[in-house]
C-alpha cells in the first residue's frame, strides 16, 4: 500500500513530453523551505523505472493508499489539482477563499459559496467551479471509484424551500453520471439529507433516511465539517456515507461515465436551484478501486492534510546505485527565486509608482517579467499594502536586482512573507503566522513530554550577526538615508548595515524600509532589555510524519527539563535550585523536512542555519545588487 507516488514526465531533448509514468518511490526526502530558498527532492526509484535528468517530477504523499487517487483539491488559496494529473479548473478570485478559524481544518483554507446564479439554470452567472472537460481524462466513472468531501454548510442552505438541490460535486450529463448534494429545508434540520443523482443512461435519485446533515450554528453540539464518501466498489452497489455512517445502498450496473461535461464543485450544469452555500474543504476522487474501510476511516479521523503535492519541479542528476536510482531534483521556485530583473525585456526597466500601485499588480508584473515562461500567480487574501510605521511612500520602485530581493521590498513594507506551492502559485500571508489548532482558543501543540505524542524538541544557539542597530541605504541617484537606534549588542558593540538600495528613488521609502529591516533583524525590547536581540532557533522531531503544519503556520512549543522540574525549583533547605528553563513559546513555522517511509519529520521554527538575507549576501556578491559591512 504506497503512501507516496510520484508522477515523472519525459521530456525530450527539444522539450516535447513524450509520455507519463506513474512511480511508486521506495524512499524520499523533501524539504520545503519557504520563501528562503527552493525546495529540494531527493527520491529513490526501482532500476527499472525511466527516470532522467530534466524530466519534470511531482511528488505526492498522503496517509492512505495513492495508487488510485486521480485528483484531491485542498483548496488552499487556490482550486488546483495536487494529484499530480493537472486536472485544474480555472481558480476563482482569491476573494472567494476564507481562513478556517475553528474545528477540524482550523489554521486552513476553503473555498466559500455565497451567491446565488442570476439567471435559472445559467451555471456562468454562479459561484460553481468547473473542471472542463479536456482536464477530466483520469476521472472515471466507468468502473470502481471512492470519491470524499469535507465541507461546512451555511444556515441559508436552501433558497426556496424543498425544491433546492445544493451540489457538492458533480459529474453528469444528463442521464449518465453522478451528483451528490445535500436537501432540506430552512429552518428544519431534521430534513438535512445528502442524495445523489445517479445513472448509467437513465438516472434515479437517492436520499439518505439515517445521518443528519446540520446546520452548525443551530446544532453547535453536532461535529462540523461534514464529510461525504460515496463509493461503488465491484460489487455494483453505490454507497452514500455521512461521517462514516452508511445512509444509502443501491445496485447500479454499467458504467457511468459521462462525456462532454465539466466535473463541477458547489453546482450543477444539469440542476436548477443546485447552487451550495458554505465552505468546501476538500474534495478526494479514486478511480479503478475504492479505499479500504480502514483508510476510509482514517480519512475521517486524522488531522487534515494541509499539502498532498508536497514537490514539484524537475530531475538535475541521476545516481545509478547497484539496484535503485536516485533523483536529486529541484523545485519550480528555483527558477524564479534565482531570476534576475531589469535585462529581460530588451533592457528596459519597469517601474511602479509605490503610493499608487496595489502591491500585488507590482509583484506579480516582476514575476511575469522575471520568468515569463513559469506562469508564477500571487495570490492573497491578507492585506498586502503598505503598514504605516512611520513616514508615508512617496517614489518609485524599479525592477532591478534579483526578484526575490524586489519582492522582499514590497513583504518588509506589508509586513507579509510569501511561500511558493508547488503548483506555482505564490501566497502572500501576514508575517504573524497563521493560527493552528483545533479549537477557537489554542495553537497546535508540540509537548516534548506529553505521554500521547511525545515530540524531540531542541533548542538551537541563537546568532548575532543579523542583529543590528544602524541601517544606512542607498537608493537611486545616490539618495541616502541613515537610522540608528540608541539599543546596541550585549557586547555594547553597534553593528551597522549598509545596502545600495538601486529599486527605491526616494529618502521616505527608505526611511520606511530601515524601520522595517531593523524590526526583522532582531527582537527588540524582549523582557525588558534595552538592546536588540538575536531570534531563537528550534528544532522539532516527530518519528511519525506530520501532514497538517505548514510554512507560517504558528504552533506552540512545550517542554519540561530538569525532571519535569519548575523553574522555580528549590533544594530541601527551600534555596532556588538552577534547572534548564522550560519552554512554552508560540512560534512560526519557517522550514519542513519529510522523510519517506520512515516517517521521520523536522521542522524547523524561528531563524534558520541560513536564511534569507545570509543567501541573498552570497547571491550578491555576484550581482553587485548590495554591498554589506559589519563595523
Known amino acids: 500500500m504506497p503512501l507516496a507516488k510520484c508522477i515523472v514526465t519525459e521530456i525530450l531533448q527539444s522539450g516535447v513530453t513524450s509520455a507519463v509514468h506513474t512511480y511508486f518511490p521506495l524512499n524520499a526526502k523533501i524539504k520545503q523551505q519557504g520563501h528562503k530558498k527552493p525546495d529540494t527532492l531527493n527520491v529513490a526509484f526501482p532500476m527499472e523505472n525511466k527516470i532522467d535528468e530534466q524530466y519534470s517530477i511531482s511528488y505526492i504523499q498522503d496517509v492512505v493508499d495513492t495508487e488510485w487517487l486521480q485528483a484531491v483539491y485542498p483548496m488552499q488559496l487556490s482550486c488546483l489539482d495536487e494529484g499530480g494529473y493537472n486536472q485544474d479548473p480555472t481558480d476563482p ?35 460553481g467551479v468547473a473542471v472542463p472537460t479536456a482536464k477530466t481524462n483520469k476521472i472515471d466513472l466507468s468502473g470502481q471509484f471512492d470519491i470524499n468531501i469535507w465541507f461546512t454548510p451555511e444556515s441559508t442552505q436552501f433558497n426556496s424551500g424543498s425544491g433546492d438541490e445544493p451540489i457538492l460535486w458533480g459529474f453528469r450529463n444528463g442521464s449518465t453520471g453522478l451528483d451528490i448534494g445535500i436537501t432540506g429545508t430552512n429552518g428544519t434540520d431534521s430534513s438535512w439529507r445528502v442524495y445523489i443523482k445517479s445513472g448509467n443512461g437513465n438516472y434515479t435519485t437517492a436520499t439518505g433516511s439515517s445521518e443528519l446533515i446540520m446546520n452548525p450554528l443551530t446544532s453547535p453540539t453536532r461535529n462540523m465539517p461534514c464529510h461525504i464518501r460515496v463509493k461503488r466498489g465491484s460489487d ?63 480519512i475521517r479521523i486524522t488531522k487534515p492534510i494541509v499539502q498532498y503535492m508536497k514537490f514539484n519541479g524537475s530531475v538535475t542528476s541521476i545516481k545509478n546505485k547497484q539496484k535503485t536510482k536516485v533523483a536529486i531534483c529541484n523545485s519550480n521556485s528555483y527558477t524564479l527565486l534565482k531570476a534576475k530583473l531589469g535585462t529581460s525585456y530588451g ?60 519582492l522582499h521590498i514590497l513583504l518588509l513594507y506589508s509586513d507579509c512573507v510569501m511561500y511558493m506551492t508547488p503548483r ?75 545596502r545600495s538600495v538601486k529599486q527605491l528613488d ?46 507560517n503556520h504558528k504552533v506552540k512549543l512545550k517542554r519540561k527539563n530538569g525532571n519535569n522540574a519548575s523553574v522555580n525549583a528549590q533544594d530541601s533547605s527551600g534555596n532556588p535550585v538552577d534547572v534548564d528553563r522550560d519552554l512554552d513559546v508560540n512560534v512560526i513555522v519557517s522550514q519542513i ?10 521542522i ?19 550581482t553587485d545588487s548590495f554591498v554589506d559591512t559589519t563595523l
Open 506 to 551: 526616494a529618502s521616505n521609502d527608505c526611511h520606511e524600509l530601515t524601520y522595517k529591516l531593523l524590526r526583522e533583524r532582531a527582537n527588540f525590547g524582549v523582557s525588558n532589555t534595552t538592546f536588540a536581540l538575536a531570534k531563537e532557533k528550534y528544532v522539532v522531531k516527530s518519528v511519525s510524519p506530520i501532514h497538517h503544519i505548514r510554512y
Open 593 to 602: 523536512e519529510w522523510n519517506y517511509p520512515s516517517g521521520l519529520t523536522v
Open 236 to 298: 455494483n452497489l453505490l454507497k452514500a456515507f455521512v461521517n462514516g455512517v452508511e445512509d444509502i445502498s443501491v445496485s447500479l450496473t454499467g458504467s457511468m461515465q459521462p462525456t462532454n461535461t465539466s466535473m463541477t464543485f458547489g453546482d450543477s450544469f444539469n440542476t436548477y436551484g443546485a447552487e451550495y452555500k458554505g465552505k468546501i474543504h476538500e474534495v478526494k476522487i479514486y478511480c479503478g478501486a475504492t479505499l479500504s474501510d480502514d483508510d476510509a476511516k482514517k
Open 93 to 127: 478570485a482569491d476573494s472567494r477563499f476564507v481562513k478556517v478559524d475553528i474545528d477540524k481544518f482550523k489554521g486552513h483554507y476553503a473555498l466559500q459559496f455565497t451567491a446565488d446564479r442570476t439567471t435559472d439554470g445559467d451555471f456562468a452567472t454562479g459561484q
Open 424 to 498: 506555482k502559485n505564490i501566497i502572500i500571508e501576514l508575517d504573524s503566522g497563521h493560527n493552528t489548532g483545533y479549537t477557537s482558543s489554542d495553537y497546535f501543540t508540540f509537548d516534548q513530554n506529553s505521554t500521547v505524542s511525545p515530540y524531540n524538541i531542541t533548542t538551537t544557539e541563537s546568532n548575532d550577526r543579523q542583529v543590528v542597530s544602524q541601517i544606512i541605504l542607498v537608493g537611486r541617484n545616490n539618495t541616502t538615508f541613515e537610522f540608528h537606534t540608541n539599543a546596541l549588542e550585549p557586547d555594547g558593540i553597534r553593528r551597522t548595515l549598509r
Open 347 to 406: 533592457g528596459t526597466i519597469q517601474s511602479h509608482a509605490l503610493p499608487s500601485v496595489a502591491f500585488k499588480t507590482i509583484a506579480q508584473s516582476a514575476v511575469t517579467n522575471a520568468s515569463p515562461n513559469m506562469a508564477f500567480t500571487v495570490r492573497n487574501i491578507d492585506s498586502f499594502v503598505k503598514v504605516q510605521e512611520s513616514i508615508a511612500l512617496s517614489g518609485n520602485i524599479y525592477e532591478m536586482g534579483s526578484v526575490v530581493e524586489f
Open 604 to 622: 524547523n521554527i524561528g531563524e534558520i542555519d541560513l536564511d534569507f538575507y545570509e543567501d541573498m549576501i552570497s547571491l550578491n556578491k555576484s
